[in-house]
């Protein structure tokens, strides 16, 4: 089987790819660029979209014997990626950049060009589990469940989980890091990416400033309706956070507050107790069912809204507009913006059912 292996420079890409070499696939080492400026990216040896990761994903595919190409994604990628984070931002609403990259970015671009170009899958380091013993794809979560990704791959269409490969799924962490020494692979002990790579500094609010500029508003006591700060825009803010929130006097209780909710229209940012953060009903849309079976019905399920957040065990059932998903238990700090995605509750909750985008919450 032709082969197309993502590597971002990373342990992790790195060993997925030697691991398809040691099936006996055809593979081919690919780089995405994803920035027509790489110097404005992230620096230092953190493995994902810097100009030496490049480097050290063609040191790999070297030592794999494999051919080596990097790709220019950098136009689709500030399209897809980039603008969608701003945007949602903008509108109130808290976006997974790195979710929206593997939807648009590896997993639609790269495999459109892969497949064009006669390759059979694309295998990436991601840390999930796919089978296809049903006949339709399966994606679950990885042997390691500090590192699983299935969630932010639950967001691939059945057509394009067909095309994937996740060598590492089966693996934990410490033993993929112990392959790539043994393998002489420079990038063993390379630390793990966790920032975004787009925003070198960290610092998400300069950011969205530079990219939206100030756009005043209110901060709004939930209780009493007092206006208790002004803000620079509502893309300042996510709900449930607790710090920054520039207020100069204690609530009446003495309590930390929190935000509640963003109203972009009016620039109004909501703030109360932890309590009133709690959510048991979902609304989400544009869901995405790996398996082509949507659920049908009241369904039990496992819930997650974040990469590695809590889980809940709910009721999800579709609507007209997407998907409703009633908690067993309350969960705090849930998002529009974010992602839902469901488990099936047996086999410890490892089954992706579907996922998606939550757009409002009770």
């Not at 409703?324 to 969960?331: A, N, T």
Request: proline share 6%; with cysteine; glycine share 10%.
């Amino acid at each position: 089987m032709r082969v197309l292996a993502a590597m971002s420079g990373g342990v992790d890409s790195a060993v997925a790819a030697a691991r398809a070499v040691d099936a006996g696939h055809d593979v081919t080492g690919v780089h995405l660029a994803l920035s027509a400026k790489p110097g404005t990216l992230r620096t230092g040896a953190r493995g994902c979209c810097t100009v030496e990761d490049s480097r050290d994903a063609r040191r790999a595919a070297d030592i794999l014997g494999i051919p080596f190409y990097v790709w220019d994604f950098a136009e689709r990628f500030s399209e897809e990626v980039i603008e969608t984070f701003v945007g949602e931002y903008a509108a109130g609403r808290t976006p997974n950049p790195c979710m929206t990259c593997n939807e648009k970015i590896k997993f639609e671009a790269l495999l459109e060009k892969a497949v064009a170009l006669g390759f059979d899958a694309v295998s990436t380091g991601h840390y999930a589990r796919l089978s296809q013993e049903s006949g339709a794809p399966e994606l679950r979560r990885s042997r390691d469940e500090d590192k699983d990704q299935s969630y932010v791959l639950a967001s691939l269409t059945p057509q394009q989980l067909r095309h994937a490969m996740f060598p590492l799924g089966h693996s934990l962490k410490s033993e993929v890091r112990e392959e790539a020494e043994r393998r002489d692979l420079a990038v063993a002990r390379k630390p793990d990416s966790h920032d975004i790579c787009f925003i070198p500094d960290g610092d998400t609010k300069k950011f969205l400033d530079s990219k939206l500029g100030e756009r005043p508003g209110e901060m709004v006591d939930a209780d009493s309706g007092e206006v208790l700060a002004e803000h620079s825009g509502v893309h300042g803010f996510t709900v449930g956070q607790r710090k920054g929130l520039g207020i100069d006097k204690p609530a009446a209780d003495g309590r930390p507050r929190y935000v509640l909710s963003l109203e972009p229209v009016s620039g109004t940012v909501e703030v109360g107790s932890a309590e009133r953060l709690s959510v048991t009903e979902i609304d989400a849309d544009r869901p995405i069912w790996p398996s082509e079976s949507p659920i049908d019905g009241p369904t039990e399920c496992v819930a997650q809204i974040r990469a590695h957040g809590e889980t809940c065990r709910a009721v999800a059932e579709t609507t007209d507009e997407g998907v409703r998903v009633r908690l067993h238990e309350p969960m705090r700090g849930v998002a529009p913006g974010q992602s839902v995605v469901l488990y099936r509750p047996e086999e410890a909750g490892d089954l992706v059912l579907g996922s998606a985008k939550i757009s409002a919450t009770r």
